[in-house]
Every structure is written in C-alpha cells, then in structure tokens.
Nanobody
Framework: QVRLVESGGDSVQPGGSLRLSCEVS????????MSWFRQTPGNERELVAT???????MYESSVEGRFTISRDNARNTVSLQMDSLKPDDTGLYLC??????????WGQGTQVTVSS
C-alpha cells in the first residue's frame, strides 16, 4: 500500500522560503517521475513541478526560477524548495507520481500560506 507523507508547510510572508518534503513508502520511487501538486479551494489540483528518474525537472510557468524539485532515491523522498514566495503560491501541496489520478492514493498534504 502506497503511503505519502508531506511536511514542511507553514505561514510565511511574501518573499520568504520554505522547503517541503514528501516521504514515500510502499513504492520505490527511483523508477518513477514524481511531482508536486497544489490544491486550492474551488479549483482542480494543479501540477507544480515534476522530476524524472534521471533528474530532469519541469515546472509550472509561475514557479519557474523560484521553486526547485529534488529527489533522494536512497531515502525514497521528494523535496520542493520554494523561494521568493508569493501570495498566489498559497495552497495545499501534495506529492505523488507524475500523472497520478484521483483514484490513486494521496497523502494529507501540507499547507503553505503566503500573506503579509
């Protein structure tokens, strides 16, 4: 059974930084592309960043240059370094395999709130 545990969310002021972590169990991530998603009230889950097994990363345009996704296959974890945070970055952040559907197991997520 796949289990994902996200952590690191907090309330910060604009311009601040956070580092999110995702611990994965029940799935060996080294063969999979892994992603971070953002969920906000009334909106569909949005893909924020993806990292492929070889290390190639892609980002949603609004976070390009500010967020950095990384993976530690030895620890089966995925991280998201978030810098120069903006109010629009506010949301519940979740990690999962790239392309994961609503029918896939999801974690509880970690809340990021950016406000002055």
């Amino acid at each position: 059974q796949v289990r994902l545990v996200e952590s690191g969310g907090d309330s910060v002021q604009p311009g601040g930084s956070l580092r999110l972590s995702c611990e994965v169990s029940g799935l060996i991530i080294d063969a999979y592309a892994m992603s971070w998603f953002r969920q906000t009230p009334g909106n569909e889950r949005e893909l924020v960043a993806t990292i492929w097994p070889g290390g190639k990363a892609m980002y949603e345009s609004s976070v390009e240059g500010r967020f950095t996704i990384s993976r530690d296959n030895a620890r089966n974890t995925v991280s998201l370094q978030m810098d120069s945070l903006k109010p629009d970055d506010t949301g519940l952040y979740l990690c999962n395999r790239y392309g994961a559907s609503s029918n896939t197991a999801w974690g509880q997520g970690t809340q990021v709130t950016v406000s002055s």
